[in-house]
């Protein structure tokens, strides 16, 4: 059973996935500042590079906002680490492997189910949704999308 995609103003559930370090990151370790959660498709494609890069060429800009990135795909954790270097991103990507997580918070997919969705959440410093944006195609527009609330 799919659950039903989390909202706006509802509390982010806590859950822990292993980060490309191999470390088990628990969610909750970033309450108490903003911080961007977005899910990708898949490591080194074309629309997940674009996105994973205006992250990392936003990523001072974020962090002068006191916001953390996470990343978070089904790839394994050394497909992140491999991502990660190749492109330079200095933040944290996520494993999801079994989608748990992505079903956890209702994670539409796109192209009618084909594909793993991309969404991108806001979350404040209490760990509330404040923000959700979802796009296949407009992967650069991400990170337009969270900056914009996060300088309101």
């Known amino acids: 059973m799919k659950n039903k995609p989390i909202k706006i103003g509802a509390q982010l559930p806590v859950f822990s996935l292993t980060s490309q370090n191999g470390d088990l990151i628990s969610i909750d370790q970033y309450f108490g500042k903003p911080f961007i959660l977005y899910f990708y498709p898949k490591d080194d494609t074309p629309g997940c590079t674009a996105e994973a890069c205006?992250?990392?060429?936003?990523y001072a800009e974020l962090r002068g906002l006191e916001a953390e990135?996470?990343?978070?795909?089904?790839?394994?954790?050394?497909?992140?680490m491999s991502f990660a270097k190749r492109y330079d991103?200095?933040?944290?990507l996520l494993s999801d492997e079994k989608n748990e997580v992505r079903k956890l918070l209702g994670v539409p997919g796109s192209m009618f189910?084909?594909?793993?969705g991309r969404v991108t959440y806001v979350i404040d410093k209490n760990g509330k949704v404040k923000h959700v944006f979802e796009s296949q195609l407009q992967a650069s527009k991400h990170v337009k999308e969270a900056l914009e609330l996060l300088k309101r």
């Open 54 to 58: 205006s992250f990392r060429d936003a």
């Open 69 to 80: 990135v996470v990343g978070v795909s089904a790839d394994s954790p050394s497909s992140h």
């Open 89 to 92: 991103l200095p933040f944290v």
């Open 113 to 116: 189910g084909f594909l793993p």
